[in-house]
């Protein structure tokens, strides 16, 4: 099957349930693999298939992605897997190391496939599915389309049941704007946005991962609250940028296009693009991280040749000048929610409910005070109300949660 949707209208929880809807037992060898061209799409993928799997006894799901030691994921595979989800280079590294083997997987999922193109995967997306069984399913998600992606479909894919439920028009709540300036006039121009959209998620978008550095350093030097996204960070790093953002403890993620599909944040509200995309179905997923689920957003793009103006224009991006955004007074944000990271994760046995039931009975901090809380293999982040997190920090002195002793780091 070939399904063509936009980011964002619940493919993986199609594909997930659709798999798990045809598994009746686990099994010690993978039977299914789940392919994603970035970690954070394969951490949320893993995730949505853990909470359906729930009701499969025995069913392990293993995510493989780069970025994080490989040993771990070895000696996980050494116990079985019914699942395998993760980036087509982890993959790779463990097949060449002879830790897995895709001889029984009889579903393949190629998520975000035209991604996976544009990043270069394709042909060792293509080499890996030789390595599952035949014959078997193969499922194809993308926005898009492109010649390069029929051929792959041609190749793996038997007469495949297209699904198009995708749409060229922007979200109907989206006020998306082209802003024509100098070059040496881009940081006071994002400044400018953010002074005149104060204390919302902002999401800005640079080209290249030199140009978010800078960037960051620049809006952190302003004391403004900021995280950055990029491919030179590992794992654990971007998995801590992007839940402080996601969780409303950081108003504010510069990143290259790692974050313009597939990362689940529903209430992104100003989104900067410094410079165009590459690919209008890039720009257009960029703009698409706001105004989603019938909110309101605005977008921005920011231009500094004809070259760039005259693809504004066909576009259907309304003109503006930087001189036309007001001066407004930049106020640092101060949010309601503070990440704290507890030393203890998935791999000490814990669950969520474990730590929000320590938090509320052991810290007696109401549950309204406890946010979004996000599980990784060796810790766990909690967006707590500012007002009880010398609570938490005191709990880590004197309490523990299921017997297991912790520490607490607050990102102030």
């Not at 350093?217 to 996601?246: C, I, M, N």
């Not at 991280?289 to 921005?300: D, L, S, V």
Request: proline share 5%; with cysteine; glycine share 6%.
């Amino acid at each position: 099957m070939v399904a063509k949707a936009e980011t964002g209208s619940g493919k993986s929880l199609a594909f997930v349930a659709g798999v798990l809807s045809r598994v009746q037992k686990a099994s010690r060898h993978p039977r299914t693999l789940i392919l994603c061209p970035t970690r954070e799409l394969a951490q949320q993928v893993a995730e949505t298939a853990r909470f359906i799997a729930t009701h499969i006894d025995n069913f392990k799901i293993l995510l493989a992605v780069g970025g994080t030691p490989i040993g771990p994921q070895i000696r996980s595979l050494e116990h079985g897997a019914s699942m395998i989800i993760g980036t087509p280079g982890r993959i790779a590294d463990l097949i060449r190391k002879e830790r897995l083997d895709l001889s029984r997987c009889d579903h393949v999922v190629l998520d975000e496939a035209d991604r996976m193109l544009d990043m270069g995967f394709i042909d060792a997306v293509s080499e890996l599915i030789e390595h599952c069984a035949s014959p078997r399913q193969t499922l194809m998600f993308s926005a898009t389309f492109p010649s390069d992606l029929k051929a792959l479909s041609e190749r793996h894919q038997n007469n495949p049941e297209i699904i198009d439920v995708s749409s060229d028009k922007p979200p109907s709540k989206l006020n998306a704007k082209a802003v024509m300036l100098e070059p040496s006039e881009t940081d006071d121009v994002v400044l400018k946005l953010i002074a005149n959209h104060p204390n919302v998620p902002t999401l800005i978008f640079c080209p290249t991962i030199s140009e978010v550095k800078r960037l960051s350093k620049a809006l952190y030097h302003k004391e403004l609250l900021v995280v950055s996204l990029h491919g030179d960070l590992d794992q654990p790093q971007r998995e801590r940028a992007f839940t402080r953002f996601k969780n409303h403890s950081i108003p504010i993620l510069v990143a290259t296009d790692v974050a313009a599909r597939g990362l689940d944040v529903d209430s992104v509200e100003l989104v900067i693009s410094t410079a165009f995309a590459k690919d209008e179905s890039t720009q257009v997923h960029r703009n698409g991280r706001t105004a989603r689920a019938g909110k309101e957003g605005k977008a921005f793009v920011l231009v500094n040749s004809e070259r760039a103006q005259q693809r504004a224009v066909a576009a259907g991006l309304s003109l503006i000048h930087a001189s036309d955004i007001q001066d407004a007074e930049l106020t640092p944000a101060k949010p309601d929610w503070i990440s704290c990271e507890i030393s203890l994760g998935k791999k000490n046995k814990l669950r969520k409910g474990d730590f929000v039931g320590a938090l509320a009975q052991q810290a007696e901090i109401p549950f309204e005070a406890i946010g979004q809380l996000d599980l990784f293999d060796y810790y766990t982040i909690v967006a707590v109300n500012r007002h009880y997190v010398n609570k938490l920090l005191a709990l880590a002195n004197r309490g523990a949660i299921k017997k297991r002793k912790f520490k607490v780091r607050a990102y102030r």
